[in-house]
C-alpha cells in the first residue's frame, strides 16, 4: 500500500514535470513563432531572399543568451556589416509623429525610403525580442521593460547607422499640428540629426504636415537650426495632411506633392 507521503512526492513530481513542460513549450512557441515571423517578412524582398538565413543567425547570435537589460549597441554591429544598406541614399527620409502617414507614402514608391523600408528596419519593425544570460531561448515579452535592452539598442544603432549612410538631399517628415513639431529627444533630434555627415549630406528638406497650409522655415523649428551642422542647407516646405493622402492615393509623383 502506497503511503500518504509517498503519494504526496509523487504528486509533486508530476506537477514539477508538467510545469516545466508547459513552460518548455511555451518557450518553444515564442522562439518558432518569432523566427516564422522574421523569415516570413524576410523573404518579402526578393533580392534578399537567399540570405535570410544568414541575416536570421547574425541576428539571434546579438541576443540569445545575453542579458536584456544594459544591452549594447555593439552586439548588433556584426548584423550590420553583413546586412548594409542598399537604397539610394539621397532618398533617404525621416520622421518624427507621422508614422502611419510616411510610410503609406512610400509604400507605393521608390522616390523615398524610411528606415523601416530598408531590409532590417522592415523585417523587425512592430517586433519584440530579448534574451537570458545562460539561456539560449528567444523571448517576446517583458523585453522592453529597462532601458537599453535589445529591442531599443537595435532601433538606436539602425537609425545612427541610417543617418550615417544618407547622402545629398535628405528629407524628414514632420508632425505641424503638434505645439513642438521638431524634438531634439526624439530618435530623428536626438539620434538622427546628429549622425547626418557634412559634405556627403548637402541638404535637409522638412516636410512639414498641417491641417492649413501655412507658411515654414527651419528657424522656426525649435532648435533644428541649432542642432544640424550648418555645413547642411535646410528649408522646410509646409503641405496638407489632405494633399500627402491624396497623393498616396493617386500615387502622384513625388516631386508634386510639396
Known sequence: MVSKKALAIGVIVTVVVVVVIVVSSVLLTQKAEFRETFMKKCLEFPEEKHICETI?????????????CNFSDQNYDQLFAETP???PCGKTMFWSK????????TKKRDCF???????????LNGLSWCGEKGNNETFTENCEDCLN??????????????????????SV????????PYDSNSFFGGVEVPNLQPPKVKNLTVV???????ACTCDSLGTLRKDLDQRIGCA??????????????????CGACW
Request: charged fraction near 30%.
Open 208 to 214: 512639414l504636415v498641417t491641417e492649413e497650409i501655412r
Open 56 to 68: 536570421w543567425t547574425n541576428f539571434e547570435q546579438a541576443y540569445v543568451g545575453k542579458e536584456k
Open 113 to 123: 525610403f524610411t528606415l523601416e523600408d530598408t531590409l532590417l528596419g522592415y523585417v
Open 85 to 87: 544598406f542598399k537604397h
Open 98 to 105: 507621422t508614422k502611419d502617414l510616411v510610410h503609406k507614402f
Open 149 to 170: 535592452n535589445p529591442v531599443s539598442s537595435f532601433w538606436k544603432i539602425a537609425s545612427t547607422r541610417f543617418a550615417q549612410y544618407a547622402c545629398e538631399g535628405a
Open 173 to 180: 517628415m514632420l508632425d505641424g499640428e503638434r505645439k513642438e
Open 236 to 253: 522646410c516646405k509646409a503641405v496638407t495632411k489632405s494633399r500627402v493622402e491624396t497623393c498616396i492615393e493617386d500615387n502622384t509623383p
